[in-house]
């Protein structure tokens, strides 16, 4: 059963650790995010963007899926299926279609209305037990054809969000979307203590987890990051899977032209990336 990401969370900034939060393209991807979450006993965040939605048909069919693999794959960890950077309009669709989690991204709004639509949405969510998480700050890079500059959130804007009720709450410290620049600066660690300092037990959430050094993601998570969005990783191992299959003409030879055969060493390689993030993040046997 899809559980809220609330109590998780709470659990892992209190125990120290992060939870992930991977973000599903597919059949494939579900299974293998699924069935790593089960070997290593860890909870875990199934994230789904806008546009993996729409990909995938629909919010419904992506309940459907996900709900019916934690049936058949005897799944007991708890897991929560999550809207990644929602609209106004996407969160509430998620709401009816079944997901356990929304994030609503009103960082692009004025913060008076950013208030407004978020204290709208905390009440519709928790109405049907669901998590909901807010972002204050944009986030850099590109997501979905949004692209920020990775700015940092003012903390007290961050004490405003987070009074509202919201679970978690993502607080750009300068982190990006995608691959990391040569240049990049590095996370703020100074608006994050600030941060943590106003919002006290409230599970803060690193988005853009991909290229972050590993000595950086665990000094994030001492300072109260209790959520790790990790995306692109896990397309950039199952592109490289997929490619040294094909290049080395596997494809060619017997029955390996079969789906089944031919996105078997994609599918290993996500859950190769999910295993080593969910040891970094400490999120093994929490569940
Ligand atoms: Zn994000």
Redesign the pocket.
């Known amino acids: 059963m899809l559980v809220s990401a609330a109590e998780m969370l709470k659990k892992a900034k209190a125990g120290h650790y992060a939870v992930g939060q991977f973000n599903i393209n597919n059949l494939e991807w579900t299974k293998a995010v699924l069935q790593t979450a089960q070997e290593l006993n860890s909870p875990v965040i199934l994230g789904v963007s806008e546009g993996a939605g729409k990909y995938m048909t629909g919010y419904t069919t992506i309940v459907g899926m996900v709900n019916g693999m934690i049936k058949e794959m005897n799944i007991t960890v708890p897991v929560a299926l999550h809207l990644?950077?929602g609209s106004y309009e996407h969160c509430y669709k998620c709401i009816e279609a079944g997901f356990s989690s929304i994030?609503f991204?009103g960082s692009h709004y004025s913060i008076e209305e950013n208030v407004a639509k978020t204290t709208e949405l905390v009440a519709a969510a928790h109405a049907k037990g669901i998590s909901i998480e807010a972002?204050v700050g944009s986030?850099g890079g590109e997501?979905d054809g949004v692209i920020g500059m990775g700015e940092c959130a003012d903390p007290n804007e961050c004490k405003q969000i987070a009074d509202l009720g919201v679970d978690f709450l993502?607080a750009g410290i300068g982190n990006i979307?995608g691959k990391y620049p040569a240049n990049w600066k590095g996370l703020s660690f100074e608006t994050l203590d600030a941060v943590q300092q106003l919002t006290g037990d409230m599970p803060l959430v690193l988005?853009?987890g991909t290229g972050i050094p590993t000595d950086m993601i665990k000094k994030a998570i001492t300072l109260g990051v209790a959520k790790i969005?990790v995306?692109t990783e896990c397309q950039l191992s199952f592109a490289a899977a997929t490619r040294k299959y094909v290049e080395a003409g596997k494809d060619l030879e017997g029955k390996g032209f079969d789906p089944r055969k031919l996105l078997a060493p994609g599918f290993d390689a996500i859950k190769a990336t999910v295993k080593e993030k969910m040891e970094i993040f400490g999120s093994v046997n929490q569940a």
């Open positions: 990644d950077h994030m991204d972002e986030i997501e993502a979307h988005h853009g969005n995306n």
